[in-house]
């Protein structure tokens, strides 16, 4: 099965997934032949101007890491939870053994039902439990939510103001182009309006994604703005970029039923309700290693240009600004995979040695291996090398390593993860304490 | 003890099971299901418990409801905890389970007492392993009493027939068909020593049972019973017993058949034999079809007279084989408990 381009939630490199079979001619000539950087940089560039939309559906991905409380919040803390891991597995001998349940790896997954129960009202169980009788019902996860806001932002930013809240336009978009459209139908059918849902539905999502638990902060906006449909006409009626989140924000506030202060939960699995701020987090003196000083440059930016602040909630009148974002906060990290048929694959790393905290490829390999070790944040179909004949390649802990040489006894995995892994030891002998933060109790 | 006890001994014992039985995937699997449904509460809840009362394994979930003291889960929940260490740690995990068979748990006492009978007879404490059996089968269980009767009644066999066959109409009873049908297997082999009327009649219903595997040794044992007594008979349970193909006992119960049946009839039956037979099949049965074409190819009394003192001495051998036989049996599914 064909593996789609991805950003992980948890390490948050991009993974860029090319079809060599569909390629240009032109990029084709620059990936063939031996490696070489320079042309495989050059490759890409060309396949960028080619397949445009999902090269920005993934740079947004990103964004949401850089500028959602809960997404920074959770990358954060779920990649100390791989570090403590990855600790706490090395005292077993033989990689090919690790196997663990990192249940806060699920967190993101884990779904809730939302019933449309009458005329603009709506319901949410977490227990299997259903109500008597209902219109709708969306199974709906925290990735679901930024899936279809990634979607929407794709959208918009893309066809730019004009058509941006037109519905027709919209669907016609997404017949052409692969998206996530679950959440705004069910939206829309709840509000018994297509347009606004095209017009709230992003700053809708990245609101409750500024609380510990996004899809029930999700409910509560969803339920009050149903239900204000009626009253809010005039407000409606003026033009776009109306100041949506505010009000959402607002709504949370008054009916969200916080359960502590903000930023008072560190519990990735069953977190207190509390609002989330990116103030606090990018603040802390655990780092991501690959958002966190993004996200504080992004912090920076908003304080000179206030459209920083809430560009990616309505991109179609943020073009200027997400276009500087294309190039100051591309992603930290990109993996790019040309699959070749016959030849072998062609990977390459692209990464913002400025934004980074630690070696890229010790940060993949030790990727790699917990998520192929817990088996969730994992497709057991994810891999970057094609050497099927290594001794390797079955077991599949290497997966997200991106250096894969023309015949794999010269593979570096092997030895990389030898030195980290003795490395570590040393290192936890010495200080007492693991490299990325805190060991924290978060894996089986 | 409060209901959040019973409750907490309740959800360990359940992931100790689901721990045991599938390890990290039993938990990946209902977390996979959490999402493909939209009940997310359920997983969570079960982390955050296995968080709170630090659950990393299976054993640690037992020892989790076993702590609760609750009469209802700390007797299967050490039954469990002493079957995975038993291995490791067998002292230990006797220990446990004599904790459990001085309680009264309807599942967990019976299963408790027939590990231990059967720990104790693998150490050669074979008065001790009885009482333990007998225990298990005075539970009544209705899984348990019968296995217990069954390991019993091969236990004592030779040194106490008349508890043996006790034991074996037990197994008898209350059994499924396969231990029902090793029990009258086990029966008529008592039996015979005392009763050939009655050992005929509890291999007559072993092999009736059908069972595949005692089925073939039912009419084994039944056709060797008859020889001496009614040959007619003893034709007929070997005859059922050569048909089953695929069976491994197929080839000797021809022999046995070609050897009854005599020159002529019995001739297909010994290459049957011959064919399909295990080396000592294949010598005998060639002497026999050596003599039988002899017979048939220069008849007179001589002839007939090396065919009866073939016969004798193929009689006298039965004995020699009912012991090599019996030596094959198995008590049943050693896991089956």
Redo the contacts between chains.
């Keep these: 099965m064909p593996i789609r381009s991805h950003v992980d939630p948890c390490l948050f490199a991009r993974f860029i997934y090319v079809d060599g079979s569909v390629v240009s001619p032109a990029v084709l000539e620059q990936i063939e032949g031996a490696p070489d950087q320079e042309r495989y940089f050059a490759a890409w560039r060309a396949q960028h101007e080619s397949t445009p939309h999902v090269i920005f559906h993934e740079a947004y991905h990103f964004w949401q890491g850089l500028r959602l409380p809960y997404v920074y919040w959770y990358a954060l803390l779920s990649f100390r939870g791989v570090a403590q891991a990855f600790d706490t597995a090395n005292s077993v001998g033989d990689v090919h053994e690790w196997d663990m349940l990192i249940p806060e790896f699920y967190r993101p997954r884990l779904s809730y039902q939302l019933f449309h129960v009458g005329r603009r009202s709506v319901e949410l169980s977490t227990r299997g439990a259903t109500p008597e009788s209902y219109i709708a019902r969306a199974v709906v996860s925290a990735l679901d939510l930024l899936e279809a806001a990634a979607s929407i932002a794709q959208y918009q930013a893309t066809v730019g103001t004009a058509m941006a809240s037109d519905p027709l336009a919209f669907a016609r978009w997404c017949k052409r182009t692969p998206s996530y459209t679950r959440v705004f139908t069910f939206v829309a059918r709840v509000l018994e309006s297509e347009e606004t849902a095209l017009r709230s539905l992003l700053p809708l999502i990245n609101t409750c994604f500024r609380t510990s638990d996004p899809v029930r902060a999700f409910h509560i906006v969803l339920a009050v703005l149903a239900r204000e449909m009626d009253t809010v006409d005039e407000w409606l009626g003026q033009p776009e970029p109306l100041w949506w989140s505010g009000h959402f924000d607002e709504w949370l506030d008054a009916y969200a039923g916080f359960e502590g202060p903000p930023d008072s939960t560190t519990d990735l699995l069953k977190p207190t309700y509390c609002r989330l701020t990116l103030d606090h987090w990018t603040a802390n003196s655990l780092e991501h290693p690959l958002l966190s000083k993004s996200a504080r440059a992004w912090i920076e930016a908003a304080a000179e240009n206030p459209v920083y602040g809430w560009a990616i909630d309505q991109p179609a009148w943020a073009s200027d600004v997400l276009s500087k974002a294309r190039e100051d906060f591309e992603p930290t990290a990109t993996v790019v995979r040309f699959g070749l048929a016959g030849t072998g694959n062609r990977v390459f790393v692209m990464s913002r040695e400025d934004r980074l905290t630690y070696d890229i490829r010790d940060l993949l390999t030790i990727w790699s291996v917990i998520r192929r070790a817990a088996g969730s944040h994992f497709d057991p179909d994810h891999r970057l090398c094609h050497h099927s004949s290594c001794p390797e390649f079955q077991a599949n802990y290497c997966n997200s390593y991106p250096i894969i040489p023309s015949r794999f006894e010269d593979c570096g995995f092997p030895p990389r993860l030898k030195r980290i892994r003795e490395g570590l030891r040393n290192a936890t002998q010495e200080k007492g304490e693991m490299p990325y933060g805190a060991p924290q109790d978060l894996s089986w | 003890m409060s209901s959040e006890q019973e409750n907490i001994a309740s959800a360990a014992y359940g992931l100790g099971q689901t721990l045991d039985g599938d390890?990290?995937d039993g938990?990946?699997e209902l977390?996979e299901d959490?999402?493909?449904?939209?009940?997310?509460?359920?997983?969570?809840e079960t982390?955050?418990f296995?968080?709170t009362h630090r659950i990393?394994s299976a054993f640690d979930a037992y020892a989790v409801a076993a702590a609760t003291r609750s009469p209802a889960w700390r007797p299967p929940a050490l039954v469990a905890m002493a079957m995975l260490i038993y291995d490791e740690n067998r002292v230990e995990a006797m220990r446990l389970l004599v904790e459990v068979i001085e309680s009264e748990h309807e599942e967990a006492t019976p299963l408790a007492f027939l590990l231990l009978a059967q720990e104790l007879e693998s150490l050669g404490a074979i008065a001790s392993a009885r009482d333990m059996y007998v225990g298990a089968i005075n539970s009544q269980h209705p899984r348990i009493a019968p296995e217990a009767g069954l390991r019993v009644g091969y236990l004592l066999i030779d040194t106490d027939p008349a508890t043996a066959a006790q034991a074996f109409e037990v197994a008898e009873l209350l059994g499924d068909p396969a231990t029902s049908a090793r029990a009258s297997l086990g029966l008529g082999l008592v039996l015979e020593r005392f009763d050939a009327e009655e050992a005929r009649m509890a291999y007559e219903e072993a092999a009736e049972l059908d069972d595949e595997d005692v089925a073939p040794l039912a009419r084994m044992m039944l056709g060797w019973l008859l020889v001496p007594r009614d040959r007619g008979r003893a034709i007929h349970a070997f005859e059922r017993a050569a048909r089953v193909s695929g069976s491994p006992l197929a080839a000797r119960a021809a022999y046995d058949l070609g050897v009854l049946l005599g020159p002529g009839d019995g001739d297909r039956w010994l290459g049957r034999a011959i064919a399909g037979g295990e080396a000592s099949d294949v010598g005998r049965g060639r002497a026999f079809l050596a003599i039988f074409t002899n017979a048939r190819q220069h008849p007179g009394p001589d002839a007939e007279a090396e065919v009866q003192r073939a016969l004798r001495a193929y009689e006298a051998e039965i004995p020699r084989w009912k012991e090599e036989m019996r030596a094959t049996f198995t008590v049943g599914d050693d896991e089956g408990a």
């Design positions: 390890g990290l938990l990946r977390f959490a999402i493909e449904t939209g009940t997310s509460a359920v997983p969570v982390a955050v296995m968080r990393r």
